[in-house]
Nanobody, 115 residues
Framework: QVQLVESGGGLVQPGGSLRLSCAASGSFFSLYAMSWYRQAPGKERELVALITSGGGTNYADSVKGRFTISRDNAKKMLYLQMNSLKPEDTAVYYC?????????WGQGTQVTVSS
């Protein structure tokens, strides 16, 4: 069983930056594929960024070059550095952990990009 707790969301002006964190509990964190998803009002949840157990990364086209996903296995932490934020990045951001057959979600953290 894995529990995930996100933090770091908030209100930021366009062009600004935020760093999201996800604290994980449970064993074998290093073996999990970890992801950030987001869900804007009226839209489906979408994958933002993924980092594998081996450290490989993948990003949605809409955030490439602006967002960076990273993990610290010793601390059981997942991060999302978000730069050059745009109003369309406004959403609830969720941390996700996958290792078959498990699929775990955090409660989400709100990111609002507005002037």
């Amino acid at each position: 069983q894995v529990q995930l707790v996100e933090s770091g969301g908030g209100l930021v002006q366009p062009g600004g930056s935020l760093r999201l964190s996800c604290a994980a509990s449970g064993s074998f964190f290093s073996l999990y594929a970890m992801s950030w998803y987001r869900q804007a009002p009226g839209k489906e949840r979408e994958l933002v960024a993924l980092i594998t157990s081996g450290g490989g990364t993948n990003y949605a086209d809409s955030v490439k070059g602006r967002f960076t996903i990273s993990r610290d296995n010793a601390k059981k932490m997942l991060y999302l550095q978000m730069n050059s934020l745009k109003p369309e990045d406004t959403a609830v951001y969720y941390c996700n952990a996958k290792i078959s057959p498990g699929n775990y979600w955090g409660q989400g953290t709100q990111v609002t990009v507005s002037s």
